[in-house]
């Protein structure tokens, strides 16, 4: 019953930022724990970062201190603010709505980080 979207996936320069966003429709967006997740070409589906319900955030090691998640209840959406983007970065980024060990999955934002 829940329908997530992403947008703000691109194309951009080593160096540089992109913020996604994933909009949450369909039930209560605020009781969900959401995350991000990350699928390289020929790798594993990974988690990049998670805000509980009630705020608290954890990200990869891999992206600690460059990227930021954030949520605003009140627009049912989720950010990802990419700073310091890396040619490793590039994959598609998928939004996760989570209640009850019972997850949500978008459709997907390809992110690609190239000179």
């Known amino acids: 019953q829940v329908q997530l979207v992403e947008s703000g996936g691109g194309l951009v320069q080593p160096g540089g930022s992109l913020r996604l966003s994933c909009a949450a429709s369909g039930n209560i967006f605020s009781i969900y724990h959401m995350a991000w997740y990350r699928q390289a070409p020929g790798k594993q589906r990974e988690l990049v970062a998670r805000?509980?319900?009630?705020?608290?955030?954890n990200y990869a090691d891999s992206v600690k201190g460059r990227f930021t998640i954030s949520r605003d209840n009140a627009k049912n959406t989720v950010y990802l603010q990419m700073n310091s983007l890396k040619p490793e970065d590039t994959a598609v980024y998928y939004c996760?709505?989570?209640?009850?060990?019972?997850?949500?999955w978008g459709q997907g934002t390809q992110v690609t980080v190239s000179s």
């Open positions: 996760n709505a989570d209640r009850y060990n019972s997850p949500y």
């Open positions: 805000v509980s319900s009630g705020g608290s955030t």
